[in-house]
């Protein structure tokens, strides 16, 4: 059955499994995403960048997106589509398309610091494709802040559905609804979760359930729910592990966990580096605590 509205539930942004040549292990992110929604994720945000697109070959990104629709449709697959330029994300969006995908996930340019001009010509260029587009808001490495007056006026021009929001920043979801009435809020950092729920989300594009899925689903179910007595106490016991979604080493921190709960995540490709060895000391405790508690 397609769903209505793609972007919304627990989409997970995945991590991608490397061989120890650093080479896409294919047949590991098939299993990964069929895992995921087998563990009650809503669907996959395949390409972004905790999935290392920024590394990948033309090649490789078109097979992650095919490989992630062959293992569980694609009304559950919304690929990342940031590029360089407008004309080569838009060739993303009707990859995204052809391949059946209900929606794309967008970020600003991010070859250069554009103003509100440049970015809704952006916007405009990519929505020639057709594909329902998901903004995401992440002004610390674009540089460009989707701020809700700029939100509302993409949104105005039916250019976006829904935006992942990244700043951290929970009164941004307010004004958000109060100037942009009917676009989706979608939390976009895992540490936010808990009070962007309270505030009105209808989804979440979400990093740890690659390592514990069951455990952040049952989260952001009771978070949606206003289930405080179920979500508070969950959020507190996995929020050591959620903030890492917010530093700068979360695609390694991420893929650590994994490795730990028994899941394919293997290395990263450069210039990611290896976890310093304090960093992985606190994502191994924060993770076999977890672990040990039962959250999986």
Known sequence: MTREKPWRGVMV???LPLKADLSVDFDAFGEH????VASGCDGVVPNGSLGEYQTLTADERAQ???????AIGADRVMPGIAAYGAQEARRWAEQAGEAGCGAVMLLPPNSYRGDERATIEHYRIVAEAGVPIVAYNNPIDTKI?????LLAQLYAEGLIVAVKEFTGDVRRAYEIAEQAPGLDLLV????VLLELALAGAVGWVAGYPNALPEATVRLYRAAMAGDLGVAQPLYRALHPLLRWDAKIEFVQAIKFSMDLAGRPGGGCRPPRQPLLPAQAA???AATEKALAEGLR
């Not at 995403?33 to 995921?36: I, S």
């Not at 992650?64 to 062959?70: G, P, Q």
């Not at 802040?145 to 007056?149: G, Q």
């Open 13 to 15: 942004a995945t991590a």
């Open 33 to 36: 995403c069929r895992w995921l």
């Open 64 to 70: 992650v997106v095919r490989t992630a629709v062959a």
């Open 145 to 149: 802040d989707l701020t809700p007056a």
């Open 188 to 191: 976009g950092s895992d540490d």
């Open 282 to 284: 606190a994502v191994r």
